[in-house]
């Protein structure tokens, strides 16, 4: 058991995402609507925090979270990697979501580095722009 003054040891890293029924490229316009296929991604160290299922309805008057996707690894590359599987396997069809943005954001090279702060959104203005 640690004393209050002794720092906890690092084990792994973790990265949440949380997905929202939004278009990031209208300034994260809420998607209301139905979704007609939900198919949740799995596998080591992925966790999936959710309510919503096939046929759910996304109301337009609350929240738009879906779920939160959370992956572990045993550093920051592996836990980057096993996140962009699970954005890459995750199906949500119906609404417009964020899964396509978060997957762009975690190939992002300053992402991927950890070079990382409360303006990198605002300098990383490509990520908003869905690929031709």
């Keep these: 058991m640690l004393s209050i003054l002794e720092t906890p040891q690092f084990r792994g890293h973790v ?17 209301p609507g139905r979704l007609d296929v939900f198919h949740p991604p799995g596998g080591p160290g992925v966790r999936l925090d959710t309510h919503v299922y096939t046929g759910y309805v996304v109301p337009p008057y609350y929240d738009s979270l879906l779920a939160k996707l959370i992956c572990q690894g045993r550093d920051r590359p592996e836990a980057v990697r096993r996140m962009q599987v699970a954005l890459e396997s995750f199906v949500i069809e119906g609404v417009t979501t964020t899964i396509p943005f978060l997957a762009r954001v975690m190939a992002n090279p300053r992402f991927q580095a ?19």
Excluded: H, W, Y
């Excluded at 990265?15 to 998607?31: G, H, K, L, T, W």
């Excluded at 950890?114 to 722009?129: M, S």
């Design 114 to 132: 950890g070079d990382v702060d409360t303006k990198f959104l605002e300098r990383e203005t490509e990520l908003f722009k869905e690929p031709a």
């Design 15 to 31: 990265i949440e995402c949380r997905v929202n029924a939004e278009d990031p490229a209208r300034n994260f316009q809420p998607s």
